[in-house]
């Protein structure tokens, strides 16, 4: 086992720039990125080398995402920071800047003839990136007209963009009052409360999710303003360009159709029902009569005791060896080479993310680690985010843009190898019994909590195409998806979920939820196929993560895995293999 005293909780920035917030190396960065993109903005315009264009593109592209992680993490890590939202917001100026050149580059794109088009993506400078730029070219076919579109992502700025960090200061302001066992009252930030909702002690969780109801009932009119004016930004702009679907944008960013997504749906409805099986047996296990909202999730058995940072992040790293030495080694560079913000403090952000640092050749990985099975659980995910960027460094930048459903294919992949080998490697009943639990608590998260989150959206931009929607009717939305999807079978649900989480704000991806339940099912697939092929599919595994910013997800399927996504048998059979978990669940 490696050596667990090696890994530290709190991640390194330095690395990248040092000082944080006040980084003059990262002021001197944003000066010279500032300057490099009115370069290319001028030279866009001024001449047709699609080559040159193409590389400073691919360079300015990795130097802004290098900046953009940044200083997401120095929000995340401190919410308080004024001076990194400051940092946040010029890194999105620039953006947008970056954005309206790439304006320009499109329609050079489009003004090139299909024939001509052919002949110049046959050439040795272009074979490679191919996929991406027909991909651009085929879309800014779709939009308005440059100058229209430049003025779109200007007004972005303090916009839309400007909506969604008006709820992240909103989510800075969020404090739930704990009460201890000495009856003390802390302060928690959001962060640490939504890790007490999962607590083994029914009694905590009510408490804290009775709060947590409070706090964000309080705030519940900013968020809901927030999320009408970010919807409402987006239903104009699609009517002005004629798209008549809100899902046109998020399925043409996951690379993925509209039969597949249907068919993915249906095959969920159809099939999830062996969960409600569950849910009567966890409820007789807590001693309940129905599950409430925050029993779902609630551990059961030894998954409700503590497992330090450093026992946790050995185990990811000694169960990865089983399935790849590569993930394996990997994951312990990691681990030991400060990429990983975990540490339990107060004025983080809440929830987990992995983000690149292309010039490092690195990723910066956050969270906020309690000590449950489920941290494990988010640090593997995480971890397979940071492994998929990996594999693709050597890459040409524009191919290492994937889209968000297979990226969580590779992130609940590494969740599934955790959780599978140490199912296996269980010798008790109990322990056994907590690793299904926990494992089934994902199916439920992402057949379940997931759909309801895609149900809630489709009725808020519905209602939202005739005016503001209200925070009583979004509550009433959320309820109504919960009670869906959940089959209504839970005694209490969640009705400010909706202002609670996030991805709901995150101006980059519309829709913010479908890819999770893509990349669970879709990673679920590919794991019974590795399952067949042992040891040897550690290469053939490799090559369809290189593959994901190159191809249709339909395209993918078909190449690696010789399936066909678009029709409902391939998502059948991995519902199939998930009911397995609670069949042997119940056996137990």
Partial sequence: MTKAETFAQVWDLDAAFPGGSDSPQFEQFLSELSERINVFGERVRETADLKLLTDELQELQQRLVEAGTFTTCLTAQDQRDKKAMALDSAVRTLIAAYQSALTVFDQRLVSIADE???KLMEEDAFAAIRFPLTERRRQAAEKLAPELEMLLTDLAVDGYHGWSELYDTTVGQIEVPFEEEDGKITMLSAGQAHNKLHHHAKQVREKTF????NAWAKHADYCGQALNHLGGFRLQ???????????KEPLDMNRMSEETLNSMWSAVERGRGFLLDVFQKKAELLGVEKLGWTDVEAPIGSAGKKIPYAEGAAMIVEQFSRFSPKMAEFAEMALKGGWVEAEDRPNKRPGGFCAGLPLQKQSRIFMT????????????????HAFHSHVMYDLPPLTQDYAMGVAETASTFAETIVSDALLRLADDRETKLALLDDKIGRAVAFLMNIHARFMFETSFYEERRKGTVSVERLNEFMLEAQKKAYHDSLSSYHPHFWASKLHFYITDVPFYNFPYTFGYLFSTGIYSFAAEQGASFEDRYIALLRDTGRMSVEELALKHLQADVTKPEFWERSIAAVKKDAEEFLAL
């Fill in 369 to 384: 680690y309690e000590g449950s099975m489920d941290n494990v659980s988010t640090l593997a995910h995480e971890l397979g």
């Fill in 116 to 118: 001509q088009w052919e």
């Fill in 210 to 213: 009775a709060a947590w109801e």
């Fill in 237 to 247: 702009t699609y009517k002005h360009r004629n798209w008549n679907s809100v899902l």
